[in-house]
């Protein structure tokens, strides 16, 4: 009795999208912890009704301006699934350079300008960029040379245009594509540099036992493809996720908490599930920096997952290097053409925070009757709330701002988008009785 | 336009304020600035970067020389905000659709948002929300715009360059078609026979989806005085479906005044 704490944190930084955490301690018991996420809902999966099947990798991108393309990309296969479509192998390799794109631009950004800001003691990159602009700076060309790809592959950046159902609308020039290949081998060089550079940072000692839950390819790490796995042995095709996994709505949150079934337990996706589960697919490259780094896979420490990052800035380098270089002559069939028609179909890729879901059903009148969207950051919120309960005693030793430094960066290690959850977060933490 | 650092000497602590605001979006918009990689360094260098969470912990209290406001009103809690975010700004600027007409989340003006909850909640008496989406200028003044879903970051460049040295931003206001020709796009709309929006969208984006064989969709919004009914009635004309002409005036900035006025007269025929 008498050391019961409240701390409380209005708004949490360097994420996106706002949200709200609220912890209240007792002792070091964690009495309560609560993600509240206070984003105004936008209802995508209604207003996508009565849509046409073209408009929808247009309007999905809108849920998320930092990773439009997990949004296009995960709808197109979800829909030429439902009209029965098959990619050509060009087609196929475009989306995955195009998907490279975003990785890059996405971790780029939080690694260099959100997250290593924590580990070096600075509030912001742009501090940061005082003592360490050198790393800002390489941080900011990498994001550059990923938004350049986005920009000669979709057309802009940030919601690109030129992705549809059954392809692309155009297929990119050659001489766009060859000219960005001197920048993209030197993004394979700088990637490794930052590896190199965040494996050694201090990692707080933070294990715990996540279940992780990727796509798994035989053949390639994960971007478009694959079977749904986990560490616990999950391993079923993607038009069996709604039957392991179900979407919670909870009093707090505009967002929807994800469970894996049968016993509605929390579960962890993005980088650190894919390196654990994916080592053996990755690219030559990442795959050497990733066993000579220092750690050791799997990690169970989601503080490592800035170090699992980078290793995938490496692999989508790499891959954009080499599937540039083999890009020879323009495709002839840019875009599988179909007549919209009556059917179903579901799809999983892998976003830059991990795997995403959607599934739509067309009705007789060729346009979108039901669409259900399931985005990585619902996946995570429970494993963050379950994080910071076993984390909050570690931190109750230190006065309330420094307790939320530490408790942003744990949360930071999900690189969560709260936009994309619906929406994020401010950061309470009650001491009660103080 | 008055020059905003005025008020300020040149030396480093007194630099214009600038502060970045997020109501009901994506995100993109704001990211906007992040994606300046070229001149993000050297804009925190002339500019306090005062307010910002999508990028920086630390907040400096205001009032702030310009605000920049993303995102639309959907909540009670959220048209009160604009409130107190106008009178802490001295230049309020609104960056891209959702700000500057409510975004694509205003397709719930027409819908029911009930439904819409009870559809995509399972436990709806959670969710507090308007039944509408609207723009920043619907609730308070707004000095300058910025369209575009999202906005083009070279505009963000020039409008903050603009402010910093006191001039105004030069932003187009022409038609993406002068975009079109410029670029030496051939004509979708004439050659291909595609419903396209251009002739009645605002320029800024660089005519991009016509470069990519597409239509333009009308990301940046209505160009000041267009016909837009005029311009369904002329693609109704030559075939294309009524409802498709709906759909194709009534996304990302449907609620604009001229987009809205179009789509309702296309179904009340």
């Not at chain 1, 800035?313 to 919209?340: C, D, H, K, M, W």
């Not at chain 2, 999508?54 to 020389?65: I, M, S, V």
């Not at chain 2, 609207?134 to 369209?147: K, S």
Request: glycine content about 6%.
């Amino acid at each position: 009795m008498g050391d019961k704490r409240q701390f409380e944190v209005k708004a949490l930084t360097r994420v996106e999208g706002e949200g709200r955490l609220y912890v209240r301690v007792a002792g070091n018991t964690v009495e309560h912890v609560e993600l509240n996420i206070f984003e105004p809902p936008r209802f995508f999966e209604s207003l996508l009704r009565g849509r046409e099947i073209r408009e929808v990798p247009d309007i999905t991108a809108r849920i998320c301006g930092i990773c439009p393309v997990a949004y296009q990309m995960t709808a197109c296969h979800a829909l030429e699934k439902a009209l029965g479509l098959t990619m050509t192998p060009e087609i196929r390799l475009l989306r995955r350079l195009l998907y490279c794109g975003e990785w890059i631009e996405s971790h780029a950004l939080h690694m260099h300008l959100l997250h290593a800001p924590d580990f070096l003691g600075y509030e912001s990159g742009i501090s940061m960029a005082a003592d360490h602009r050198e790393v800002v700076e390489r941080g900011l060309r990498m994001k550059k040379i990923g938004n350049d790809l986005l920009a000669i592959l979709g057309g802009r950046a940030i919601h690109p245009i030129n992705v549809t159902v059954g392809g692309f609308y155009r297929a990119p020039r050659r001489s766009e594509l060859k000219r960005l290949l001197p920048e993209l081998e030197w993004g394979l060089a700088a990637a490794v540099e930052t590896v190199r550079l965040v494996a050694g940072f201090d990692f707080p000692p933070f294990e715990q036992p996540y279940d992780f839950v990727s796509l798994h390819h035989e053949r390639e790490y994960p971007l478009n493809e694959g079977r749904v796995v986990s560490s616990s042995g999950l391993d079923i095709q993607v038009d069996e996720y709604e039957s392991n996994f179900e979407e919670r709505h909870l009093p707090q949150s505009t967002a929807l908490h994800s469970v894996m079934l049968p016993d509605a337990k929390p579960y962890l996706v993005g980088p650190l599930a894919r390196v654990n589960l994916c080592l053996e697919q990755l690219p030559p490259t990442a795959r050497r920096e990733a066993e000579t780094c220092g750690i050791a896979w799997p990690s169970q420490n989601n503080f490592h997952s800035i170090v699992a990052r980078g290793i995938e800035v490496i692999a989508a380098f790499e891959e954009a290097v080499q599937i540039v270089g083999q890009y020879q002559v323009e495709p002839a069939i840019s875009r599988i053409e179909y007549t919209p028609r009556a059917g179903e179909g579901c799809h999983a890729t892998e976003a830059p925070r991990g795997l995403i879901y959607h599934r739509y059903r067309i009705g007789d009148d060729g346009l979108i009757a039901e669409a259900k969207i399931v985005p990585p950051t619902s996946q995570n919120q429970g494993q963050i709330e379950d994080d910071l309960r076993q984390f909050v005693p570690s931190v109750l030793q230190y006065d309330d701002a420094e307790a939320t430094r530490r408790c942003e960066h744990l949360i930071r290690n999900y690189d969560p988008c709260i936009s994309c959850a619906t929406h994020f977060l401010t950061l309470t933490i009650d001491r009660q009785g103080e | 336009m008055s020059k905003i650092s005025d008020q300020h000497s040149t030396e480093p602590a007194n630099k214009p304020t600038i502060a970045v605001f997020k109501f009901a979006s994506c995100d993109g918009c704001q990211l906007s600035l992040l994606d300046a990689e070229d001149e993000l360094l050297a804009i925190a260098h002339q500019v306090e970067i005062a307010y910002f969470l999508e990028a920086r912990t630390r907040t400096l209290a205001g009032p702030y020389d310009v605000g920049l406001v993303e995102g639309s009103i959907t909540t009670e809690h959220d048209a009160e905000r604009i409130r107190e975010i106008r009178r802490q700004c001295r230049f309020l600027v609104t960056i891209g659709a959702c700000a500057t007409s409510g975004g694509i989340q205003a397709l719930r003006n027409w819908a029911d948002v009930r439904e819409f909850i009870q559809q995509v909640y399972a436990t709806p008496r959670y969710i507090n929300t308007l039944a509408t989406s609207t723009a920043i200028a619907d609730h308070v003044p707004v000095d300058f715009e910025l369209r575009g879903c999202p906005i083009n970051k070279d505009q963000l460049v020039e409008l903050i360059t603009a402010l910093v040295i006191g001039r105004v931003p030069r932003v187009p206001n022409y038609s993406v078609c002068v975009e079109c020709k410029r670029r030496g796009t051939v004509c979708v709309a004439v050659a291909k026979g595609i419903s396209c929006l251009g002739p009645v969208t605002q320029a800024g984006c660089g005519a991009i989806c016509p470069a990519f064989n597409r239509e333009c969709f009308g990301c940046y919004g209505p160009q000041e005085m267009v016909n837009v009914k005029s311009l369904c009635a002329h693609y109704e004309q030559r075939g294309a479906a009524r409802d498709h002409l709906v759909r194709l005036v009534r996304n990302f900035n449907g609620y604009a005044p001229e987009f809205r006025a179009a789509s309702d007269a296309l179904e009340d025929q």
